[in-house]
């Protein structure tokens, strides 16, 4: 055990003195190769074949100047990068995310992150992420096509049905996909549906993909709770966020007979003690693309609260984070446990720092980890992209039933996996052990390369 422990330290040491700057990268690493351990004992030759060392090298970093035009004529420059971390298992494959905090560090975790919950979905995807610091709030969708368009110009030589498949992520959704796209097929004069996921359904995207990520959540959280007799019918849920993911996370859980009473964005969460009107949170965010403050104009009986953080002390069975990384800190995670919180799905990509997992977990909290509880995203754009190679589209039943099914089994899958290596609970341990071995067996097969 000692030596394998010292393997994940030293290749932890590695990344630190490689790109000292890089905090976040590290710490995700290192969440996952402390929970490896035991199948690094298991298997010698994955040392010996320095499959760490490789794992934690991206096999190619793109970065690129985005040059665009605002409405008034002023030139802005923005940078876009993509991460291409792992193909051992699939094209390249992970969201675009256009928001001012998007740096190397940032999105080298995500795509880090990506390679294994891709891995989780069962379906032959590899992990990638991208993106650019470039901020949508405000923007008219003439500067958002302007800029699209800009990063496609660099980014489509990088990309294609059978290299690497973006998509979205924070601040990019329908309407980016469709310049993204746009922009693509005019460069490449081919109508390569298969590029991008997260298309309109009547350009050649899934039904049902919108709603697998937040509806995916409550299928693997529902999984989590039903094996423990537990029902989600009457429970109170505290969800953040108010986009793609909160958004679907909510209809789910209320059609489960949940009650949520909190959503939030970027500026402070609202509190609804008659729970959440999801079709005005609708037509907030997705119509009018306006603030969630605006929601208590109508609705007398909610508060509206300036903050993120606070959203985590209002009391809940359930809590759901749906917005961004690091939300929920050790204070959050103490306010949460004192409330009596008795699970937490993660929607969002690290939203619990590792002291609040730790403090989770120690205090019998059911925890369902990022990578295993928000892959229903990830799997529906695999199925999409199985839909456009055989140029036909399932019905938003077909592909819901197989996102309830692999989420069903990522479940189970890592159950398994946390009984047989680590606590019987211990869904974090269990998630990075399947998806590890099935990287790393792939890799090995694959040889040195
Ligand atoms: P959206 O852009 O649709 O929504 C993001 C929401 O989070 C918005 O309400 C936004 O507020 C809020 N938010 C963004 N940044 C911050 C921040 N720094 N602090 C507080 N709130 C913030 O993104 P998604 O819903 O798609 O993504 C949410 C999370 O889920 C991300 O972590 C993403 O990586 C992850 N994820 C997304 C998947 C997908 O399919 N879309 C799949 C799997 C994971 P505002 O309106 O003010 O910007
Ligand atoms: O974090 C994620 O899994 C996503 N943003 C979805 C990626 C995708 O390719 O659908």
Not at 262 to 283: F, H, M, Q, R
Request: net charge negative.
């Amino acid at each position: 055990m000692a030596d394998m422990k010292q393997y994940v330290q030293d290749t932890l040491d590695l990344i630190g003195k490689r790109d000292p700057e890089q905090k976040q990268f590290k710490t995700t690493v290192s969440k996952v190769l402390e929970t490896v351990v035991p199948v690094l004992e298991k298997h010698p030759e994955y040392k010996e074949q320095k499959i760490l060392e490789r794992m934690v090298e991206p096999e190619r970093v793109v970065s690129f100047r985005v040059p665009w035009q605002d409405d008034k004529g002023v030139t802005h420059i923005n940078r876009g990068f993509r991460v291409q971390m792992n193909s051992a298992v699939g094209p390249y494959k992970g969201g675009l995310r256009f928001h001012p905090s998007v740096n190397l560090d940032i999105l080298k975790f995500l795509a880090f992150e990506q390679v294994y919950k891709n891995a989780l979905t069962g379906l032959p995807i590899g992990g990638a992420k991208g993106g650019s610091d470039f901020d949508p709030h405000g923007k008219s969708d003439n500067e958002v096509m302007h800029f699209c368009q800009s990063f496609m110009t660099e980014l489509y030589r990088h990309i294609g049905p059978h290299v690497d498949v973006p998509a979205g992520d924070i601040g990019v959704g329908g309407r980016e996909i469709g310049y993204l796209f746009g922009q693509y097929k005019r460069i490449c004069n081919a109508y390569d549906a298969a590029v991008l996921t997260g298309k309109r359904v009547d350009y050649w995207g899934s039904l049902a993909r919108p709603e697998a990520t937040g509806y995916g959540l409550m299928y693997f959280v529902k999984n989590m709770l039903d094996d423990k007799n537990i029902s989600l019918k009457d429970k109170t849920l505290v969800v953040s966020g108010a986009g793609n993911v909160a958004t679907y996370a909510i209809e789910k859980a209320q059609e489960y007979g949940a009650k949520v009473v909190t959503c939030s964005d970027s500026d402070g969460y609202i509190y609804d003690p008659n729970g959440i009107d999801l079709d005005a949170v609708k037509e907030i965010k997705q119509v009018r693309r306006g603030r969630i403050k605006e929601y208590v104009a109508a609705h007398p009986q909610a508060e509206y609260h300036e903050g993120c953080t606070g959203v985590w002390t209002v009391k809940c069975d359930v809590a759901l984070p749906c917005a961004t990384q690091g939300e929920i800190d050790i204070e959050s995670a103490k306010a949460l446990v004192a409330n009596g919180v008795i699970a937490v799905g993660e929607g969002a990509n690290m939203p619990s720092s590792l002291e609040a997992i730790e403090y989770f977990q120690q205090n019998k909290v059911l925890f369902a980890p990022a990578k295993a509880a928000n892959a229903g995203g990830v799997a529906v754009s695999a199925l999409e992209m199985s839909q456009n190679s055989e140029r036909l589209q399932w019905t938003f039943a077909e592909v819901d039933n197989k996102l309830k099914d692999i989420m069903a089994n990522i479940y189970r899958c890592a159950k398994a996996n946390a009984e047989k290596y680590a606590d019987p609970d211990d869904l974090v341990a269990g998630a990075n052990i399947t998806a590890f071995v099935k990287v790393a067996d792939i890799m090995l097969a694959h040889g040195l390369v």
